[in-house]
Structures are given as structure tokens and as C-alpha cells.
């Protein structure tokens, strides 16, 4: 992990600002590489992925470059795309914040040219673009070279593939001498290689060493979350998995504060951790978490390092991490000590790239999940009342009501009115409220359901109450069998008997749903005569048991 303060790589004051309210709280690797090289004036090539931050290791030396009291271009970045000219713009916007004189425009084909004149004729200072339109505009004079310091090639291999090379090497050739020129590049080829001959001068070549990393231990997944919906589906898993305790990685100090706030909010006791929090005070949270007070800390990877607590029972990777190192060092929090661990890793768009990236490291796949709907949390919900209720009739700890219960029963209710009764009351009591989002709408295509899978010899593993949908694209059938809950049947007897001595196929079992006194299982419709002939004597867990079709289905 990369330790260096941003305030360490020799940039302006009106940089770390912009940085500090960002909330990036340390840089990535590639920018703490790279920035102070660039600082000092060197060419560099960068082999660097998206995701790994490239973007600010270019941005904030150019803009350290940038006099804002000149009115004409000084540094020039040529991308591949002109959705990449609009992020890597948008990024400069964020990061030159406290430039109030900062001038950057993006310029790139397919857009009307006379607003670009305009926009270059204001006087840009920074200009993004892709080299077809920048090589257009620099011949038609509306954007001027003479005096650009500062040259960078974003993604320089897929402009060559893309067939920019003519264009770039015109436009390159046409700065001046003097300027500094940063290669970025996600490969290396015979391509690139021969620009950066042609057009570097002694560029530093800077790789983030990659080591092979494994995690073992530890059941990895992610789900496709949106920006806004990251909370409510922190929270469902947070119900679903019931962790004693979890910690909860951010990217920034902001996403910190906001996502601690919003747990809060909702009632679960957790804590933050960042660089801004006081050492006293982070002895105080780590000494709540360690006792179960706090039991989900948010913390940035730096606050969270040196944490030596072994009964972390998941992780939550809120912001896919920039380095697949950190993810590395995050998920290894959990999964001590012998213990099986949890790692879930939020991710939308962009990210994408970072995982695949990790996923390269570890030499691993990251399964995707299905975003675990608002029924199946609330159905986990009843069983933990249910398994309340119920450990408290056996330990006999529910007398000293009589008088009440008493009264009700003469004013002619049920005794099983008055417990639905206090069922519902207590539910009410412990729902939280959840929210629709936008992932509840999630067509096919993802897959599982929302727990782990603890059962790894078992493709088709259910949690104990809701079950992930199947592979099999045929009809199903409901089948009811007269064991449930309170005689200590759980879903993975139900799955191993069903396929062993049901002789139902590989991977077509479908939801099972239990209950405290039956079980729903859904078969294959085609094969429910010989499993209703093979289950006629068989048992489970040493009881003899009926089945049969399920009358409501
Ligand atoms: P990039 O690889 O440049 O596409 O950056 C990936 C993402 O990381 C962008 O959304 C940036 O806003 C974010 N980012 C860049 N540097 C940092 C940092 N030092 N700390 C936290 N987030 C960062």
C-alpha cells in the first residue's frame, strides 16, 4: 500500500485543496510515482490501467503547470475517445476547483465545431480532445500550439489502435521543442514505443509492480450497485448476513462521513475511521468495535490499517479500491483465525475495469450477485423473530404476563389472535424501512440470490429461507413436504436429498422455501412422478416424511 501524502509530491496549495475536499485521503500508486517526477519536469511513460487513478497522476502536475493569468493553451491531452476527453475534462474541472481563473475545454468530434471555436477562442488554457478534431482545429488556427508546456497521451495504445497515429504524430510534430510529454498507456507495443521514441525526451518509464496475489479463505462477490442505491443494499445484505462484526471500505474520507451518517440514520450502530479522526478517538471506536458496541466500521484504507481484529465476519468493499493490492490487504480482514470470510465489492460502470483488474491479480473470478430484494430481507426478518420466540418458550423466560394474557383470553381472543399479535407488534418494532431502488428492477441475467453460498460441494445451495432462481429453462413444479423449520430441517438436507435419492438433474432444483412446519420445494415439472416414487421411503435427518404436490400451486 502506498503511504505517501498528497502533500508530499510537491504540489500547489490550490491542488491539495481541491484534493482535501475531494476526500481522496492518499494517492494511488501511479500518482504518488508519478506526480513528483512529472513535478520536476521529466517525461514519462505510464503504464497504468484505468481505474488505478492514471487520470489525476497526469492532471494535477499539468495543472500545477497551468500560469491561469495567461489566456492561452498550455497543456494539451489527446484521448481516444470522446467519452474519455469528457471524464478526463470533468476530472480537471473536480481537481482545479480552486483555480478560479482555470480555463479547460473539451474538444472532440461529432460536436458542432462552432462551439468549440468559441469555447478556444475564450482562451483555454487546458484543451481535451481527440486527435482527429484537435488536428482540425490546429489547422484551421483556431487552436494555436505555440505556446503548450505540457503534452499527454491518454490510453496511447488504443489511439494507435483506433488508426490516430497520422494525426497524432501531425500534431505532435507541430509543438513546441521545449514542452513535457507524458505517455499513458495500458500496454506496451511496438507502436507506442516507437512514438515515445520519436516524440519523448528520456521519458521515465513508470510500472506498478504487480505481484501475484491469492485469497484464500475468503467467499468473494460483488453486485452492480448504483451510486444512490449503495446504502439500501448495505443495509439488506447488513440484515441478510447478520454479521456480529463487518467493516465497511470506502475510497474517500466524504463517502465515509456520508455512509456512516446514513447507517446511523437507519439505526445500526456503526463508526467511522478516517485520517481526520483523532488518534484518541480511533482508540475509542476500535475499542467499541472490538467489544460489539459498533458493530459495522466505515473506514478509508489508511485508518484501517494496523486494525488487528480477528472476528470480522465480512467485509464490504463500498468503492471498488484503486489497487488491487488494497483489495487484497481489505478483504484479508475477514477470514482469520480459521474462520470462513465474507467479501462483498459494490460496483457500477467505470468500475468495471478495476474489478476485472483485481480479478487479474488474484487470479480469481468475482462472481456477480443478484441484488437481494426488499421480500427476501423481510422474510429473514420473521425467521429471526421466529427463532426468538422460539428460544424463548424453550428456556421457559416469558412468564410475569399471566394477568394480560388472561384478560385478553376471557375478552374472548384466540391464544393464537394474541400471538400473531405480538408477532406483529414485534415486527414492527425491529423493521427498519427499506427503500425501492433501482436494482429491484434488475431483468435476467444476474444470478444467485442474496446470502453466500456456504456449501461449496452443493451447485445449488439455498439459504435458509429464499432461494435463488435456476439455470433450467423448463416448467416447474411446487412440491410440499411436511417438514420445516422446527424439525431442525434446513435447505442444505433438502438439496442434497432432493438431487442424491430424489434423482432430480444437476442444477435444475429450484426455490425452497421452508417454513416452521412444511417446506416448498420447486422441481422440475418433468421429473416430479420419479421423485414423488423415489422419496416414497425415504427420510431425512433419520424421520420418515411426506411429499406430494403442493395443492396451491
Ligand atoms: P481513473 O483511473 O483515473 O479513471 O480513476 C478512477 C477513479 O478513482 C476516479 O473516479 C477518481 O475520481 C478516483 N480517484 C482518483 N484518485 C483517487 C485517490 N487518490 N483517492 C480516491 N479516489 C481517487
Redesign the pocket.
Known sequence: MNTTPFTELGLPAPLLEAIEELG?????AI?AMAIPVAMAGHDIIGLSQ???????AFVLPALAKIDVNRRKPQVLILCPTRELAIQVCE?VHRLGSKLPKLHAVPVYGGAPIGRQFRALEDGAQLIVGTPGRLLDHMRRGSFDPSEIKMTILDEADRMLDMGFREEMEEMLAQLPESRQTMFFSATMNRGVEGLIKRFGKNPQMLQIERKALTVESVEQRHYEVRERSKVEVLCRLLDLEDPRLAIVFC??KKAVDECTEALLARGYPADRLHGDVTQQMRERVLQRFREGKVEVLVATDVAARGIDIEEIDIVFNYDVP?DPEDYVHRIGRTGRAGRSGRAVTFVFG?DLYRLQNIERTIRQKIPRHRVPSQEEVEDRRADVLYDAVRDRLEAGSFQGHEAHIERLLDQGHTATDIAGALFTLLREATSTKGQSIAEDNAGPGTVNGGKFDRSDSQPHRPDRNQERSNSYAGDMAKLFVNLGKTHGINAKDLVGMFYREGQVPDGTLGHIKLFPRHTIVEVPEECVEKTLRALSKAKLRGKPFMVKRDKQA
Do not use: V
Open positions: 481522496y485521503e492518499r494517492p494511488s500518482q484505468t481505474g488505478s487513478g492514471k487520470t489525476a476530472d475510497n474517500t484503486q467505470r
